[in-house]
């Protein structure tokens, strides 16, 4: 059954590559994720800490430029020629004296305490009934801030701007040397100054990454905004809170559907009635805020790619390297494997590149080395033994087919050399004939002899027989005391006759064994194939044979002829 195909597990250079690029793929991705879930979370941190710290400086300045405000109110209040009022000059001269330190004073002016302006800078609205404005009803309890508002009245006495005139306007009342009140002073504090203060603080990298300061009032009137904001109402989360006290930063939906990382702080105190309290927001689209970041990420993960590229390159190189010699080892050793031939242990190189490498190769070689000796050792000892076997067999053989006793040919060689001598006879159409010999008498010679004795004289007789053949005839020893004599090309058939006498003499003759001296006859068939025989090489030793025992029966020592063979 052929074995199930198996997928070739992968070089040793794939392995150390993919696992390398595996591993950068995973840091890159790990790090990544560190920045997403870190770094990210830092920087919106940072980006509400910064404009949580732009409300605060926002706040403050507010803060700021109203109490100071309230200062110079109130100093001008305490003003000697302001207490007094004798003349409406001296009291402006004194207030256009602070409108020059402070030019966002759009107006300075004291009304008496009936509200109509006694004195005011540059004149304006003198005469005029301020007394039902906020800042002069206010003025009158103390010194006291008024909440931003449109101009009213000096809206078109003031030079035109860009922006319509806003104020905010602090007030504080004014008292004879006497106690009694002589009327309220107040300064119409121009709102371009809140819009410069948030310029200023806003920088021109703020703005790009577009930051912007939004200043409310407490019932989400926007006093200060971007364009087509101010004096809307707005409802944010970061309101709610700084309404709540608080301040800090969070991330938010606007009502414009975006997302702004809000910094929220409240300025003024409520006891504090010369202070303002209003919501500063410092917003940032939260893409924007976060914008550097994602940058950095962006970075990082280019810088990792390029990184892991160049790591899983060089983990390349160096793995291919590392495998080099490896494979050439293996490649040999395939070769060897797939019966290529030819891969000696001289063939395998020894490798330096590095130690490992080096042992191997080594190790390999005398592998090789000490596999081709066992191989020579055994090819050498197969040959031997198919040497061994081979002259075994043909000893063998060369037993299976002689007597072992007298030397001559057995039964076997003889029953071969009769067929091929009757396959002869009828190719060439010459007779052939079969002398069937037994000696007289042997038993006795074992008998009174010994077996050694008997087998001597077995041996002579054979000699003696053979002695008087001619070389091309057989002399076959059957068994025991039988001997045949297989005649070849008779002539004249009568030779075979003539060769059994011939032998007859030459067995009486005594024989010398080792210990004594013997003499016996022997009795002798003898049976012509003449090559229109049709008989089968027992039916010719049969003849033989039967004709051997009719010697025997005539008295033996002598010759019988079998009759012809029957056709
Ligand atoms: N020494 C020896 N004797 C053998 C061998 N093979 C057979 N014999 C003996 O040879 C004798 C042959 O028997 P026979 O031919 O009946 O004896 P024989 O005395 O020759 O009788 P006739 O043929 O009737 O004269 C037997 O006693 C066998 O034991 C042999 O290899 N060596």
Redo the contacts with the bound molecule.
Sequence with gaps: MPEPSKMAPPRLATLVTLGTAAIVAATVLLLLGLINHYAIRYAGKEAGLRLQQLSWQMRDSLDRVVAQAAGDVQQLSELQQVREARAPAEVRAALDSLQKTFPDYAWIGMADNGGVVYAATGGMLEGANVSARPWFQKGKAGLRAADYHPAVLLGKLLPQSADPWRFVDVAAPVTQANGDARGVLGVHLSWDWARRLARTLITPALREYGAEIIVLRDDGTVLLGPQGMEEQKLATASLALALDGQTGFLQEVWPDGRRYVTGYSRTGRAQDLASLQWVVLVRQPEHAAMADWHKLERRILWLSLALGLALAGTAAWLARRLARPMNALSELMEARAAGAGGTAAADVPVLDGFREAGVLSRAMRHLLQAEEQHLSALQTMNEELEAKVAARTAELEAIAMRDM?TGLPNRRALMAALQAALNRSRRTGKACAVLFL??????????THG?????E??RQVGARILACVRKTDMVARL????FVVLLELLAYPPDAEETAAKIMPLLRAPYTLRTTEVALSA?IGVALHQPHDTETLEGLLSRADHAMYGA?RQG?NCIALAPPAQP
């Design positions: 006793l037994d000696l007289d008498g042997f038993k006795g010679v074992n008998d077996h050694d004795e008997g087998d004289l077995l068994a025991g005391d039988e009795s025997k033996k």
